[in-house]
Protein backbone atom coordinates (compact mmCIF):
# COMPACT_ATOMS: atom_id res chain seq x y z
CA UNK A 1 0.00 0.00 0.00
CA UNK A 2 0.81 3.71 -1.01
CA UNK A 3 1.47 5.93 2.08
CA UNK A 4 0.45 9.50 2.35
CA UNK A 5 -2.01 9.53 -0.71
CA UNK A 6 -3.20 13.01 -0.15
CA UNK A 7 0.57 14.18 0.30
CA UNK A 8 0.63 12.64 -3.42
CA UNK A 9 -2.63 14.10 -4.57
CA UNK A 10 -1.74 17.21 -3.25
CA UNK A 11 1.81 17.69 -4.83
CA UNK A 12 0.64 16.41 -8.16
CA UNK A 13 -1.80 19.13 -8.03
CA UNK A 14 0.40 21.68 -7.56
CA UNK A 15 2.75 20.69 -10.41
CA UNK A 16 -0.31 20.26 -12.67
CA UNK A 17 -1.58 23.77 -11.82
CA UNK A 18 1.95 25.28 -11.89
CA UNK A 19 2.18 23.63 -15.71
CA UNK A 20 -1.48 25.35 -16.18
CA UNK A 21 0.13 28.55 -15.07
CA UNK A 22 2.75 28.36 -17.37
CA UNK A 23 1.29 27.20 -20.58
CA UNK A 24 -1.43 29.95 -20.37
CA UNK A 25 1.62 32.97 -19.86
CA UNK A 26 3.55 31.14 -22.94
CA UNK A 27 -0.17 31.43 -24.53
CA UNK A 28 -0.31 35.28 -23.75
CA UNK A 29 2.92 35.67 -25.55
CA UNK A 30 2.22 32.97 -28.73
CA UNK A 31 -1.23 33.16 -28.82
CA UNK A 32 -1.07 29.60 -30.42
CA UNK A 33 -4.81 27.69 -29.49
CA UNK A 34 -3.93 24.81 -28.70
CA UNK A 35 -1.83 26.44 -25.79
CA UNK A 36 -4.90 27.72 -24.03
CA UNK A 37 -6.91 24.24 -24.77
CA UNK A 38 -3.72 22.77 -23.15
CA UNK A 39 -3.67 25.17 -20.35
CA UNK A 40 -7.59 24.48 -19.27
CA UNK A 41 -6.70 20.56 -19.68
CA UNK A 42 -4.04 20.82 -16.87
CA UNK A 43 -6.07 23.50 -14.71
CA UNK A 44 -8.72 21.06 -15.08
CA UNK A 45 -5.94 17.99 -13.74
CA UNK A 46 -4.77 20.50 -10.94
CA UNK A 47 -8.78 20.68 -9.95
CA UNK A 48 -9.32 16.66 -9.88
CA UNK A 49 -6.07 16.00 -7.72
CA UNK A 50 -7.46 18.54 -5.51
CA UNK A 51 -10.46 16.58 -5.62
CA UNK A 52 -8.56 13.41 -4.86
CA UNK A 53 -6.77 14.74 -1.81
CA UNK A 54 -10.02 14.45 -0.21
CA UNK A 55 -10.88 11.06 -0.24
CA UNK A 56 -12.43 9.30 2.96
CA UNK A 57 -13.37 12.86 3.73
CA UNK A 58 -15.64 14.02 1.25
CA UNK A 59 -16.73 11.26 -1.32
CA UNK A 60 -18.57 13.46 -3.50
CA UNK A 61 -15.61 15.99 -4.32
CA UNK A 62 -13.42 12.90 -4.71
CA UNK A 63 -15.70 10.51 -6.85
CA UNK A 64 -18.16 12.72 -8.45
CA UNK A 65 -16.27 15.93 -8.96
CA UNK A 66 -12.27 14.81 -9.23
CA UNK A 67 -13.15 12.12 -11.50
CA UNK A 68 -15.32 14.56 -13.89
CA UNK A 69 -12.58 16.97 -13.56
CA UNK A 70 -9.99 14.22 -14.89
CA UNK A 71 -12.38 13.38 -17.76
CA UNK A 72 -12.66 16.76 -19.13
CA UNK A 73 -9.06 17.45 -18.84
CA UNK A 74 -8.52 14.19 -21.41
CA UNK A 75 -10.93 16.03 -23.39
CA UNK A 76 -9.83 19.00 -23.55
CA UNK A 77 -6.21 17.72 -24.22
CA UNK A 78 -7.64 15.83 -27.32
CA UNK A 79 -9.16 19.16 -28.44
CA UNK A 80 -5.66 20.92 -28.15
CA UNK A 81 -4.38 18.49 -30.15
CA UNK A 82 -7.10 18.50 -32.90
CA UNK A 83 -6.58 22.60 -33.49
CA UNK A 84 -2.87 21.74 -33.43
CA UNK A 85 -3.34 19.88 -36.52
CA UNK A 86 -5.92 22.90 -37.96
CA UNK A 87 -9.29 21.04 -37.74
CA UNK A 88 -12.18 22.09 -36.61
CA UNK A 89 -13.53 21.27 -32.97
CA UNK A 90 -16.29 20.37 -31.73
CA UNK A 91 -16.08 22.08 -27.79
CA UNK A 92 -19.23 19.60 -26.56
CA UNK A 93 -17.27 16.46 -27.29
CA UNK A 94 -14.55 17.82 -25.19
CA UNK A 95 -16.95 17.06 -22.38
CA UNK A 96 -18.97 14.54 -23.33
CA UNK A 97 -16.74 11.95 -21.40
CA UNK A 98 -16.92 14.05 -17.91
CA UNK A 99 -20.57 15.11 -18.21
CA UNK A 100 -21.52 11.06 -18.74
CA UNK A 101 -19.40 10.61 -15.73
CA UNK A 102 -21.84 12.81 -13.76
CA UNK A 103 -24.99 11.21 -15.55
CA UNK A 104 -24.45 8.54 -13.76
CA UNK A 105 -21.37 6.77 -13.72
CA UNK A 106 -20.24 8.39 -10.66
CA UNK A 107 -22.77 6.14 -8.66
CA UNK A 108 -22.49 2.77 -10.29
CA UNK A 109 -20.58 0.09 -8.04
CA UNK A 110 -16.92 0.65 -7.62
CA UNK A 111 -15.64 -1.98 -10.13
CA UNK A 112 -17.79 -0.71 -13.15
CA UNK A 113 -16.36 2.81 -11.82
CA UNK A 114 -13.58 1.93 -12.37
CA UNK A 115 -13.51 -0.08 -16.10
CA UNK A 116 -16.03 3.10 -17.17
CA UNK A 117 -13.29 5.96 -16.10
CA UNK A 118 -10.80 4.14 -18.33
CA UNK A 119 -11.98 3.14 -21.13
CA UNK A 120 -13.32 7.26 -21.67
CA UNK A 121 -10.36 7.76 -20.74
CA UNK A 122 -8.76 5.70 -23.25
CA UNK A 123 -10.59 6.51 -26.19
CA UNK A 124 -9.60 10.51 -25.79
CA UNK A 125 -6.26 9.24 -25.30
CA UNK A 126 -6.21 7.10 -28.56
CA UNK A 127 -8.00 10.40 -30.07
CA UNK A 128 -5.03 12.21 -29.21
CA UNK A 129 -2.39 9.92 -30.42
CA UNK A 130 -3.72 9.50 -33.54
CA UNK A 131 -3.75 13.41 -34.52
CA UNK A 132 -0.07 13.84 -32.93
CA UNK A 133 1.02 10.85 -35.26
CA UNK A 134 -1.09 12.39 -38.20
CA UNK A 135 0.09 15.98 -37.76
CA UNK A 136 3.60 14.44 -38.75
CA UNK A 137 2.28 12.66 -41.35
CA UNK A 138 0.52 15.66 -43.18
CA UNK A 139 3.89 17.61 -43.36
CA UNK A 140 6.90 17.49 -44.94
CA UNK A 141 8.69 18.63 -41.89
CA UNK A 142 8.20 16.48 -39.21
CA UNK A 143 8.48 17.31 -35.48
CA UNK A 144 10.03 15.19 -33.00
CA UNK A 145 8.06 16.48 -30.07
CA UNK A 146 5.09 15.34 -31.64
CA UNK A 147 6.25 11.44 -31.82
CA UNK A 148 7.33 11.75 -28.15
CA UNK A 149 3.79 13.40 -27.13
CA UNK A 150 2.06 10.53 -29.45
CA UNK A 151 4.07 7.75 -27.96
CA UNK A 152 3.62 9.46 -24.16
CA UNK A 153 -0.46 9.78 -25.00
CA UNK A 154 -0.18 5.80 -26.64
CA UNK A 155 1.63 4.29 -23.67
CA UNK A 156 -0.87 5.61 -21.08
CA UNK A 157 -3.57 4.75 -23.58
CA UNK A 158 -2.44 1.15 -23.26
CA UNK A 159 -2.26 1.50 -19.47
CA UNK A 160 -5.98 2.49 -19.39
CA UNK A 161 -6.57 -0.50 -21.33
CA UNK A 162 -5.05 -2.49 -19.63
CA UNK A 163 -7.35 -1.07 -16.12
CA UNK A 164 -10.42 -1.41 -18.69
CA UNK A 165 -10.01 -4.66 -19.29
CA UNK A 166 -9.15 -5.89 -15.19
CA UNK A 167 -10.90 -3.42 -13.25
CA UNK A 168 -13.86 -6.17 -13.46
CA UNK A 169 -11.59 -8.43 -11.73
CA UNK A 170 -9.16 -6.85 -9.56
CA UNK A 171 -9.93 -7.12 -5.25
CA UNK A 172 -10.89 -3.15 -4.12
CA UNK A 173 -10.16 -1.74 -0.82
CA UNK A 174 -13.10 0.77 -0.46
CA UNK A 175 -11.26 2.66 2.22
CA UNK A 176 -8.74 3.77 -0.18
CA UNK A 177 -7.66 4.88 -3.40
CA UNK A 178 -5.56 2.68 -3.96
CA UNK A 179 -5.93 -1.76 -4.07
CA UNK A 180 -3.91 -4.73 -4.03
CA UNK A 181 -3.78 -5.29 -7.35
CA UNK A 182 -0.51 -4.95 -9.37
CA UNK A 183 -2.41 -3.21 -12.20
CA UNK A 184 -3.74 -0.52 -9.51
CA UNK A 185 -1.50 0.05 -7.19
CA UNK A 186 0.02 2.52 -8.63
CA UNK A 187 -2.01 3.72 -10.95
CA UNK A 188 -2.35 7.26 -9.24
CA UNK A 189 1.31 7.54 -9.12
CA UNK A 190 1.41 6.88 -12.95
CA UNK A 191 -1.16 8.79 -13.54
CA UNK A 192 0.24 12.08 -12.10
CA UNK A 193 3.72 11.48 -13.44
CA UNK A 194 2.23 10.48 -16.92
CA UNK A 195 0.37 14.65 -16.65
CA UNK A 196 3.58 15.91 -15.46
CA UNK A 197 5.65 14.72 -18.41
CA UNK A 198 3.32 15.03 -20.75
CA UNK A 199 2.67 18.62 -19.91
CA UNK A 200 5.97 19.84 -19.98
CA UNK A 201 6.26 17.81 -23.89
CA UNK A 202 3.52 19.27 -24.65
CA UNK A 203 5.01 22.67 -24.60
CA UNK A 204 7.83 21.52 -25.88
CA UNK A 205 5.92 20.64 -29.04
CA UNK A 206 4.22 23.78 -29.32
CA UNK A 207 7.77 25.94 -29.08
CA UNK A 208 9.16 23.41 -31.83
CA UNK A 209 6.43 24.28 -34.26
CA UNK A 210 6.95 28.13 -33.65
CA UNK A 211 10.34 27.77 -34.59
CA UNK A 212 10.04 25.62 -37.18
CA UNK A 213 7.41 28.20 -38.53
CA UNK A 214 9.55 31.06 -38.23
CA UNK A 215 12.60 29.51 -39.70
CA UNK A 216 10.56 28.51 -43.15
CA UNK A 217 9.40 32.58 -42.66
CA UNK A 218 13.06 33.47 -42.95
CA UNK A 219 12.74 31.50 -46.41
CA UNK A 220 9.62 32.70 -47.71
CA UNK A 221 9.75 35.57 -50.06
CA UNK A 222 7.04 37.71 -48.71
CA UNK A 223 5.54 39.55 -51.81
CA UNK A 224 5.65 36.05 -53.86
CA UNK A 225 5.32 33.55 -51.50
CA UNK A 226 8.20 31.59 -53.47
CA UNK A 227 11.92 30.49 -51.91
CA UNK A 228 13.72 33.78 -51.28
CA UNK A 229 17.60 33.39 -51.54
CA UNK A 230 18.25 32.40 -48.49
CA UNK A 231 16.46 29.11 -49.38
CA UNK A 232 17.91 29.12 -52.65
CA UNK A 233 21.39 28.72 -51.23
CA UNK A 234 20.47 25.83 -48.83
CA UNK A 235 19.03 23.98 -52.16
CA UNK A 236 22.71 24.36 -53.83
CA UNK A 237 24.43 23.05 -50.75
CA UNK A 238 21.98 20.55 -50.78
CA UNK A 239 22.15 19.81 -54.29
CA UNK A 240 26.06 19.58 -53.92
CA UNK A 241 25.96 17.11 -51.50
CA UNK A 242 23.72 14.86 -53.31
CA UNK A 243 25.11 14.99 -56.68
CA UNK A 244 26.73 11.95 -58.06
CA UNK A 245 28.11 13.11 -61.28
CA UNK A 246 25.69 11.21 -63.51
CA UNK A 247 22.67 13.33 -63.28
CA UNK A 248 22.20 17.03 -65.77
CA UNK A 249 21.49 19.95 -63.82
CA UNK A 250 19.97 23.09 -64.88
CA UNK A 251 19.93 26.29 -63.72
CA UNK A 252 17.17 28.93 -65.22
CA UNK A 253 17.19 32.62 -64.86
CA UNK A 254 14.54 35.04 -65.29
CA UNK A 255 14.22 38.64 -65.55
CA UNK A 256 11.11 40.45 -66.09
CA UNK A 257 11.58 43.13 -68.82
CA UNK A 258 11.20 47.25 -68.40
CA UNK A 259 10.49 46.76 -64.91
CA UNK A 260 12.10 49.83 -63.84
CA UNK A 261 9.82 51.12 -66.16
CA UNK A 262 6.46 49.83 -65.15
CA UNK A 263 7.77 51.00 -61.62
CA UNK A 264 8.25 54.50 -62.64
CA UNK A 265 4.63 54.18 -65.06
CA UNK A 266 2.53 52.61 -63.33
CA UNK A 267 3.57 53.13 -59.89
CA UNK A 268 4.94 50.61 -57.09
CA UNK A 269 2.04 48.20 -56.27
CA UNK A 270 1.38 47.63 -59.93
CA UNK A 271 5.00 46.49 -59.86
CA UNK A 272 4.41 44.26 -57.18
CA UNK A 273 1.03 42.65 -59.12
CA UNK A 274 3.34 41.77 -62.13
CA UNK A 275 5.95 39.92 -59.65
CA UNK A 276 3.17 38.10 -57.98
CA UNK A 277 1.62 37.56 -61.35
CA UNK A 278 4.87 35.88 -62.37
CA UNK A 279 5.73 33.94 -59.46
CA UNK A 280 2.17 32.16 -59.75
CA UNK A 281 2.54 31.52 -63.66
CA UNK A 282 6.24 30.15 -62.80
CA UNK A 283 5.06 27.98 -59.85
CA UNK A 284 2.36 26.22 -62.11
CA UNK A 285 4.84 25.39 -64.66
CA UNK A 286 7.31 23.89 -62.93
CA UNK A 287 7.84 19.94 -61.95
CA UNK A 288 7.67 19.05 -58.23
CA UNK A 289 11.00 18.77 -57.53
CA UNK A 290 11.81 21.67 -58.86
CA UNK A 291 13.31 24.56 -57.04
CA UNK A 292 11.94 28.30 -57.93
CA UNK A 293 13.03 31.23 -55.82
CA UNK A 294 13.06 35.16 -56.34
CA UNK A 295 16.46 35.87 -55.36
CA UNK A 296 15.84 39.60 -56.10
CA UNK A 297 14.34 42.75 -57.47
CA UNK A 298 12.98 41.09 -60.83
CA UNK A 299 14.99 38.43 -60.68
CA UNK A 300 14.03 34.78 -60.50
CA UNK A 301 15.71 31.54 -61.08
CA UNK A 302 14.79 28.05 -61.37
CA UNK A 303 17.09 24.70 -60.23
CA UNK A 304 16.30 21.72 -61.98
CA UNK A 305 18.00 18.40 -61.03
CA UNK A 306 17.49 14.66 -63.06
CA UNK A 307 16.94 16.84 -66.10
CA UNK A 308 17.39 16.48 -69.42
CA UNK A 309 18.17 19.73 -71.82
CA UNK A 310 14.90 19.56 -74.09
CA UNK A 311 12.77 19.32 -70.86
CA UNK A 312 15.00 22.50 -69.17
CA UNK A 313 14.71 24.52 -72.66
CA UNK A 314 10.51 23.72 -72.66
CA UNK A 315 9.76 24.40 -68.98
CA UNK A 316 11.45 28.32 -69.79
CA UNK A 317 9.58 28.68 -73.24
CA UNK A 318 6.49 27.55 -71.16
CA UNK A 319 6.88 29.66 -68.42
CA UNK A 320 7.59 32.58 -70.70
CA UNK A 321 4.78 32.67 -72.76
CA UNK A 322 2.42 31.91 -70.06
CA UNK A 323 3.10 34.83 -68.08
CA UNK A 324 3.46 36.76 -71.41
CA UNK A 325 -0.49 35.76 -71.68
CA UNK A 326 -0.99 36.20 -68.03
CA UNK A 327 0.68 39.57 -67.96
CA UNK A 328 -1.13 41.30 -70.88
CA UNK A 329 -3.90 42.20 -68.74
CA UNK A 330 -1.69 44.46 -66.69
CA UNK A 331 0.50 47.50 -67.22
CA UNK A 332 -0.48 47.72 -70.72
CA UNK A 333 0.68 44.65 -71.46
CA UNK A 334 4.35 46.34 -71.02
CA UNK A 335 5.57 43.32 -68.56
CA UNK A 336 7.44 40.20 -70.77
CA UNK A 337 10.28 38.20 -69.26
CA UNK A 338 14.03 37.03 -70.69
CA UNK A 339 15.72 33.71 -69.69
CA UNK A 340 19.14 32.33 -69.48
CA UNK A 341 19.30 29.03 -69.51
CA UNK A 342 22.42 26.97 -68.30
CA UNK A 343 23.11 22.94 -68.23
CA UNK A 344 25.83 20.83 -67.20
CA UNK A 345 25.56 17.17 -68.14
CA UNK A 346 26.84 13.77 -67.04
CA UNK A 347 29.11 15.55 -64.21
CA UNK A 348 28.88 17.20 -60.89
CA UNK A 349 27.52 20.40 -61.46
CA UNK A 350 29.35 24.07 -60.91
CA UNK A 351 26.74 25.80 -59.53
CA UNK A 352 29.29 29.27 -59.71
CA UNK A 353 30.20 28.44 -63.41
CA UNK A 354 26.52 27.26 -64.31
CA UNK A 355 25.42 30.84 -62.60
CA UNK A 356 27.70 32.85 -64.85
CA UNK A 357 26.83 30.74 -67.78
CA UNK A 358 22.88 31.40 -66.89
CA UNK A 359 23.27 35.11 -66.35
CA UNK A 360 25.72 35.63 -69.75
CA UNK A 361 22.90 33.99 -71.67
CA UNK A 362 20.30 36.10 -69.78
CA UNK A 363 22.23 39.33 -70.81
CA UNK A 364 22.36 37.46 -74.41
CA UNK A 365 18.51 37.88 -74.84
CA UNK A 366 17.98 40.91 -73.38
CA UNK A 367 20.58 42.51 -76.23
CA UNK A 368 18.82 40.41 -78.21
CA UNK A 369 15.52 42.03 -78.30
CA UNK A 370 13.74 40.80 -74.76
CA UNK A 371 11.10 38.39 -73.97
CA UNK A 372 12.78 34.79 -75.10
CA UNK A 373 14.99 32.49 -73.79
CA UNK A 374 18.18 32.02 -74.63
CA UNK A 375 20.67 28.40 -74.53
CA UNK A 376 23.93 28.98 -72.50
CA UNK A 377 26.28 26.06 -74.44
CA UNK A 378 29.05 24.74 -72.26
Not at 109 to 135: D, N, P, Q
Not at 229 to 236: E, G, V
Not at 262 to 268: M, Q, S, V
Not at 270 to 278: I, K, Q
Request: net charge neutral; aromatic share 12%.
Amino acid sequence: MLPLAPTLFSFSAFVLLLLSTLMYLIWRRDREPEELFWSAAFSMAGSAFVCFAFRNVNETVSIVAGNALALWACGLVWTGAVIFRGKAVHPLLSFAGGLMWLAGFWSAGIHLRIVAFAIVAAIYETLTTYELFSYNRAKDKPLLMSKVAGWIVGIHSGVDIIVAISGSFVEVDPGSPFTDSWVLKYRWLELSSYLAILGFVLIALSKERIAIRQESAAMIDALTGLANRRAFDLAIERAERSATGKDTTALLVFDLDNFKVINDRFGHPEGDRVLAAFGATAARNIRSGDVLARIGGEEFVILMCSVDRGTALSVAERIRSAFVEEASFLVDGLATVSVGVAIMENRTPDFWKMTRAADRALYDAKAAGRNRVVFAGQ
